[in-house]
C-alpha cells in the first residue's frame, strides 16, 4: 500500500517560490502511477496544480502553468512541486496524491503553506 | 478553465438517500467517462469514492453509487448515516489533457 507524505517550509514571502516535496513509501515511484499535487485554500475547494508520470511527461493547470514546475527524483522515491511568484492568494493546504486512469486513489495528509511578510 | 458546478450544500435524515450533482461542459464532464467522487471530512485528505463515473473503489460503502447523464454526472447516497458528512468533490478529466474539480457540496445528516 502506497504512502505519500508532504514536506517543505510552511511559510513563504510573497513573489518568492513556494518547494514541496513528496516522499513516498511502501511502494516505488517507478510505479505505473499518475504523481500529482492539489491544493486547497482555507474554507475553500480542491483545485488540481499538475501531475508528473515515471517517464518525466508532466500536465499542469493551465491557469497555473506558468509558474509551475514539478519534477520527480526516482533516486530518492519522490517528487517535488515548485510554484513561483506566489502572493496571498497561493495560501493553501497542498496534498500530494497518486493514481491511475484518470483518478487519484492515494493521497497524503496534506501540509499547510502560508504566504506573508 | 471553470470549476464544475455542485450545490452547496444537500442534507438528509438517517436512513434516506441524497444525491449530489455536478454539471460542466462538453469539454469535461460531457466529453469524457473520467467523472470521480471524493469524500473529505474536516482536517482530512480526500478519500476516493467513485471513479469512472460509476466504479466503487474496493473498501467503499455499497450505499454510495454514481451516475452520468450528459454533462452532468451524480452521487448517490442510499440509507444515509452520520459518518457520512463530509464536503463532497466531483472531478473530470478535460479536453485540456487536465483535471477540474467541483466546487463541493457538504452533506449534513439531520
Known amino acids: 500500500q502506497v504512502q505519500l507524505q508532504e514536506s517543505g517550509p510552511g511559510l513563504v514571502t510573497p513573489s518568492g517560490t513556494l518547494s514541496l516535496t513528496c516522499a513516498v513509501s511502501?511502494?516505488?515511484?517507478?510505479?505505473?502511477?499518475?504523481w500529482s499535487w492539489v491544493r486547497q485554500p482555507p474554507g475553500k475547494g480542491l483545485e488540481w496544480i499538475g501531475e508528473?508520470?515515471?517517464?518525466?511527461?508532466?500536465k499542469y493547470n493551465p491557469s497555473l502553468k506558468s509558474r509551475v514546475t514539478i519534477s520527480i527524483d526516482k533516486s530518492k522515491n519522490q517528487f517535488s512541486l515548485k510554484l513561483s511568484s506566489v502572493t496571498a492568494a497561493d495560501t493553501a493546504v497542498f496534498f500530494c496524491?497518486?493514481?491511475?486512469?484518470?483518478?487519484?486513489?492515494?493521497w497524503g495528509q496534506g501540509t499547510l503553506v502560508t504566504v506573508s511578510s | 478553465q471553470s470549476a464544475l458546478t455542485q450545490p452547496a450544500s444537500v442534507s438528509g435524515s438517517p436512513g434516506q438517500s441524497i444525491t449530489i450533482s455536478c454539471t460542466g461542459t462538453s469539454s469535461d464532464v460531457g466529453g469524457y467517462n473520467y467523472v470521480s467522487w471524493y469524500q473529505q471530512h474536516p482536517g482530512k485528505a480526500p478519500k476516493l469514492m467513485i471513479s469512472?463515473?460509476?466504479n466503487r473503489p474496493s473498501g467503499v460503502s455499497h450505499r454510495f453509487s454514481g451516475s452520468k447523464s450528459g454533462y452532468t454526472a451524480s452521487l448517490t447516497i442510499s440509507g444515509l448515516q452520520a459518518e457520512d458528512e463530509a464536503d463532497y468533490y466531483c472531478s473530470s478529466y478535460t479536453s485540456s489533457s487536465s483535471y477540474v474539480f467541483g466546487t463541493g457540496t457538504t452533506v449534513t445528516v439531520l
Open positions: 469512472d463515473v460509476s
Open positions: 511502501g511502494g516505488s515511484i517507478s510505479s505505473d502511477y499518475w
Open positions: 496524491a497518486s493514481g491511475s486512469d484518470y483518478t487519484w486513489n492515494t
Open positions: 508528473i508520470y515515471l517517464s518525466g511527461s508532466t
